[in-house]
Nanobody, 126 residues
Framework: QVQLVESGGGLVQAGDSLRLSCAAS????????MAWFRQAPGKEREFVAG????????RYVDSVKGRFTISRDNAKNTVNLQINSLKPEDTAVYYC???????????????????WGQGTQVTVSS
């Protein structure tokens, strides 16, 4: 099993940047595929970005391409989400998710991830 703890959220203005971090513990981090999801008020949780166990492949939802960058450091057991040019519609609780897999695939379905953090709030004011 792996435990996930997110950090880095906050209240920012449109156009600002944030860097979210997810610290993992409890298992061999490098064997896990990682992802970030987000859930806005009244909406379903949606996939935002994912990265394979090695970091060689990434995947993004179309709405964040060019603004979000996911990365991981297997030596530090962390996965990060750099968010640039924030928009009010990016306001949501952001969740880190993990799945034990060495496959070169990055699914976008919630059911594909077994472990979740508690979330970190990102609020973007216009």
């Amino acid at each position: 099993q792996v435990q996930l703890v997110e950090s880095g959220g906050g209240l920012v203005q449109a156009g600002d940047s944030l860097r979210l971090s997810c610290a993992a513990s409890g298992s061999t981090f490098s064997t896990y595929r990682m992802a970030w999801f987000r859930q806005a008020p009244g909406k379903e949780r949606e996939f935002v970005a994912g990265i394979t166990w090695s970091g060689s492949s990434t995947r993004y939802v179309d709405s964040v391409k060019g603004r979000f960058t996911i990365s991981r450091d297997n030596a530090k057991n962390t996965v990060n989400l750099q968010i640039n040019s924030l928009k009010p519609e990016d306001t949501a609780v952001y969740y880190c998710a993990a799945a034990r897999s060495n496959a070169p695939l990055i699914p976008t379905f919630r059911i594909s991830y077994s472990y979740w953090g508690q979330g970190t709030q990102v609020t973007v004011s216009s």
